[in-house]
């Protein structure tokens, strides 16, 4: 059974940092693309980062120069490294996975973004 579970969200000031990470089991994530997604309350599901296999990162321009995404593959993990929050920035941050035979989804972290 594959299981994506993320972990590191949390409360933190404009200006901040955090470091998301999700932990991939059951599969090996190494020939495939992973990403991070995020969901802010009454807004629609968006793209936040992506790496491919060959460890190429795609950011979207809301948050390119301040998020920086990386897998280790032998730990089969994916973090986000997240400088320079903004209060625009809190949502709940899912961990995505698309294998050839399936689509996975973590439960999320929460990050928000307050004084």
């Known amino acids: 059974q594959v299981q994506l579970v993320e972990s590191g969200g949390g409360l933190v000031q404009p200006g901040g940092s955090l470091k998301l990470s999700c932990a991939i089991s059951?599969?090996?994530?190494?020939?495939?693309?992973v990403a991070w997604h995020r969901q802010a309350p009454g807004k629609q599901r968006e793209l936040v980062a992506r790496i491919s296999s060959e460890n190429t990162p795609m950011y979207a321009l809301f948050v390119k120069g301040r998020f920086t995404i990386s897998r280790d593959n032998a730990k089969n993990t994916v973090d986000l490294q997240m400088n320079s929050l903004k209060p625009d920035d809190t949502a709940l941050y899912y961990c995505?996975?698309?294998?050839?035979?399936?689509?996975?989804w973590g439960q999320g972290t929460q990050v928000t973004v307050s004084s």
């Open positions: 995505h996975l698309s294998t050839f035979a399936d689509v996975y």
């Open positions: 059951g599969a090996d994530s190494t020939p495939y693309a």
